[in-house]
């Protein structure tokens, strides 16, 4: 290996669990767009947790204005990740979602972006499930996912970029 190689090899990004609680396959979600992968790959959490941290380190490139119930990343290789709480949540308009960051943020692994309240969440007939997409792929090639098992929220590791 030449010094030069030396200085280029990538640095892999780990994604950490958003969320305490049992991580599932996307395929397990049965939404019908997050499910079937149409906005990429990823996988889910059914929360036992009310605040979404960030996975990883990024910078803040969306958030939902108004319902507050999803929050998109820009990661250091261009990687872009969507985490989005609950499925059909954006027509609670707001109601049991407080946003702690804005785009242009940059945030650090297991800052909180969005506390939530599950209680409100089942109470308006919506699941909690928690969907990390990449909506984005970067300069990583392949992704892989652990398999799913309870996690706890910025401890767990569950996936390497």
Do not use: W
């Amino acid at each position: 290996m030449g010094l030069f190689s030396l200085f280029n090899k990538k640095k892999k990004i780990e994604l950490k669990a958003y969320l305490s609680g049992r991580l599932i396959h996307l395929e397990d979600v049965n939404d019908g767009v997050f499910s079937k992968k149409m906005m990429g790959e990823g996988i889910a959490i059914e929360p036992t947790s009310n605040e979404l941290l960030a996975p990883a380190d990024g910078e803040v490139i969306v958030i939902m204005d108004k319902s507050f119930h999803a929050v998109g990343l820009k990661l250091k290789d261009q990687t872009e990740v969507l985490l989005h709480i609950g499925i059909d949540t954006v027509y609670m308009n707001g109601d049991g979602f407080t946003p702690h960051v804005k785009v242009g943020d940059h945030v650090k692994t297991g800052q909180k972006l969005i506390t939530f309240d599950r209680d409100k969440i089942k109470k308006a007939g919506y699941r909690d499930v928690t969907v990390l997409a990449i909506t984005q792929e970067g300069n990583q090639g392949s992704i892989h996912f652990i398999e799913p098992i309870c996690v706890n929220a910025n401890d767990t590791i569950i996936s390497q970029l």
